[in-house]
């Protein structure tokens, strides 16, 4: 969907970007049909985008705040992506002054860089790389400062935003100006593009770890007693009692972290009387509580089927 616009020389680096982003919900055809219309310039406004999309019986989701623009030290990066079945592919700009480099990815792994010192880049898709270049092929002088060329690719993110709804006319723009020859530019961006691309694989590890996670406490709670019994007392002392667990419950703390295993203690109040040893405890109507008894029980534990 984006449209990034950069400037790398000898001056500095200035990059701008669109912030719009849409998410499809239908049929794979319907949405394959649906973005050929829209980035061939037949669809050319929001309008007529959501009433195309009802026709396609597919549901969007359009945001105005994305993000696609960062600086890593004296870099600027601009990325667009596209997610496919098994892995998202990302392609990435990174400019400082007197270099550039563009880095495809699929998932953190590198597949593609090209190189280069000084050029006028974009990155979109047909309809608003054409308009865009069709602007600057009438406004772009080379006399520009790095500041104005920021208000010339922010106006021109707006102005094909008024042709084509697959942008928003909100938009990012950094500048990036260092002391470095074309020699030097490409040693420093080699060094960035390597410590980006190993945050990325961090970061996707991450994410890869907390959905396991996810996953997994999905699974547990899927097995949370709410009726039947889950042990016997065992020890006495008081309003504390401590029970031990049937051969098939197991008891969690709030954060999903085992505390005991079937036939293993743990810890119990009684609320209100006198709990015996021997007493079976139960959940009855989603409540613990001693069996064949007037006792309420509380703890601060998740109780869970073993499977």
């Not at 969907?1 to 982003?21: E, F, H, P, W």
């Not at 006028?120 to 009438?138: D, E, H, M, R, Y």
Request: hydrophobic share 35%; with cysteine; glycine share 6%.
């Amino acid at each position: 969907m984006s449209l990034i616009i950069a400037y790398i020389g000898k001056k500095g680096c200035v990059m701008a970007s669109d912030k719009r982003k849409v998410a499809y919900f239908g049929h794979k055809e319907d949405r394959e049909t649906l973005e050929e219309e829209l980035y061939s310039g037949v669809i050319t406004n929001d309008e007529e985008l959501y009433a195309r999309a009802s026709e396609l019986d597919i549901t969007l989701k359009i945001t105005d705040d994305a993000c696609k623009l960062k600086d890593f030290e004296n870099v600027a990066v601009g990325e667009v992506s596209s997610k496919g079945t098994t892995e998202t592919k990302r392609k990435r700009i990174y400019g400082t002054t007197n270099g550039f480099q563009i880095v495809e990815l699929s998932g953190s792994e590198i597949t593609s860089v090209k190189k280069g010192d000084s050029s006028i880049i974009l990155f979109g898709n047909k309809i608003t790389k054409s308009l865009a270049n069709q602007i600057l092929a009438v406004k772009w002088k080379n006399s520009f400062s790095l500041k104005y060329m920021g208000e010339l690719f922010g106006s021109i993110i707006e102005e094909v935003a008024e042709r084509t709804p697959s942008l928003g006319k909100n938009y990012d723009v950094l500048i990036k100006q260092a002391n470095l020859t074309k020699e030097e530019s490409q040693k420093y961006l080699d060094d960035v593009v390597e410590r980006d691309v190993k945050l990325l694989a961090k970061f996707r590890t991450k994410l890869q770890e907390d959905l396991y996670q996810q996953n997994e406490i999905i699974k547990l709670a899927s097995t949370i007693i709410d009726e039947g019994s889950i042990g016997k007392v065992e020890v006495v002392d008081d309003n504390i009692i401590q029970v031990k667990l049937n051969s098939d419950v197991r008891a969690f703390d709030t954060k999903w972290k085992l505390l005991a295993k079937p036939n293993e203690l743990v810890m119990m109040f009684v609320e209100d009387g006198t709990a015996s040893v021997g007493d079976e405890v139960v959940i009855e109507d989603q409540s613990l509580c001693i069996k064949g008894k007037s006792l309420k029980l509380s703890c601060n534990i998740i109780l869970c089927h073993l499977k």
